[in-house]
């Protein structure tokens, strides 16, 4: 048998093989050759490792940059670890996200695994539970959070970071449905403390948790309050400017006027000149000719 082996070889060795360049109106290459066992093939592109009766081949190309294993080789591989991925790397809250997780080979080649394969948990974060088929439900949040998920497969676990999106501004614990963003009951407040409720005053200086919150204050600094006051305009006996602050971007200011104070009496002041300077807005009413006039300020915030 060793010496059919040998005879084999020598007539392999006695045929050497070299090819002719092959090209078309895109591409060219140039002639490759080959030694007795088909150990190599090279081109400008390309470089082939071959054997001989197909025992084995390695195929590489440099750019777009691919590995590409023939024969006995390419049922070779050692898997080192699995892989955990969700796209995009995001879930709002109280929504799903689909997990998927690959087996990555020592050659950086992945092999899919069924999601209901791979045995799947939450490490931390806000998330209320993975389904068998891998489906990741976030909990509320106040704001974007992490969050980090795990799945388990043929004796190798990967991890992955998740983020839970704050979407939903007025849900989380005892602050929801209050009106109010819960952000910014947090911010200021922690977690399920009483003193960030709509109606509560908490720094005494008469303009409660909810006001505050539209205009833009902070509510446990007494100092940090909507000012407004109504002053002449020189050499303008029919008018009055009104000046106001803070003033921010993302708000809707609209002035009301009345003579009376009375309910129902109050209406839209139209034709003002608006003027901002930094966060202190200036409106000029042009008609005020009456005895008395009063102005209030409503806020809009989105």
């Known amino acids: 048998m060793r010496t059919k082996c040998l005879i084999l070889c020598t007539i392999a060795c006695a045929v050497s093989a070299h ?18 066992g088909g150990t190599r093939a090279t081109s400008t592109s390309y470089t082939h490792d071959g054997s001989a009766g197909l025992i084995a081949g390695l195929a590489t190309v440099a750019s777009p940059a691919e590995t590409a294993k023939a024969g006995y080789i390419g049922q070779i591989y050692e898997i080192t670890s699995l892989a955990v991925n969700a796209s995009p790397a995001s879930v709002d809250e109280t929504a799903t996200r689909q997990l998927a997780a690959w087996q990555v080979f020592d050659d950086a080649s992945y092999l899919a695994v069924a999601a209901t ?14 389904s068998a088929a891998g489906l990741a439900t976030a909990g509320p949040v106040y704001q974007d959070t992490a969050a980090t998920v795990q799945g388990s497969y043929a004796g190798l676990t990967g991890l992955f970071d998740l983020t839970a999106r704050n979407v939903l501004p007025d849900n989380f614990g005892s602050y929801a449905g209050d009106g109010l963003d819960d952000s910014w009951q947090n911010q200021y407040f922690g977690l399920n403390n009483p003193n960030a409720g709509p109606l509560m ?15 833009g204050l902070i ?26 602050s803070p003033r921010f971007d993302g708000r809707t200011y609209n002035i009301l006027t009345s003579t009376t104070l009375e309910p129902g009496s109050w209406s839209t002041l139209t034709g003002g000149i608006v003027s901002d300077n930094d966060n202190e807005r200036s409106v000029t009413d042009p008609n005020a000719n009456e005895s008395r006039k009063f102005y ?7």
């Open 19 to 36: 090819g002719t360049p092959r090209g078309s109106a895109n591409y060219s290459l140039a002639t490759e050759t080959t030694d007795c």
């Open 117 to 130: 394969s791979v045995g799947w948990s939450v490490v931390t974060g806000p998330l209320t539970g993975i």
């Open 201 to 215: 005053d908490p720094d005494g200086d008469g303009q409660n948790n909810q006001f505050e919150f539209t205009a």
């Open 219 to 244: 509510p446990t600094d007494p100092a940090s309050r909507f000012l407004l006051r109504v002053e002449p305009v020189a050499g303008q006996p029919g008018q009055k400017r009104l000046i106001f």
């Open 296 to 302: 209030r300020v409503e806020i809009h915030k989105p």
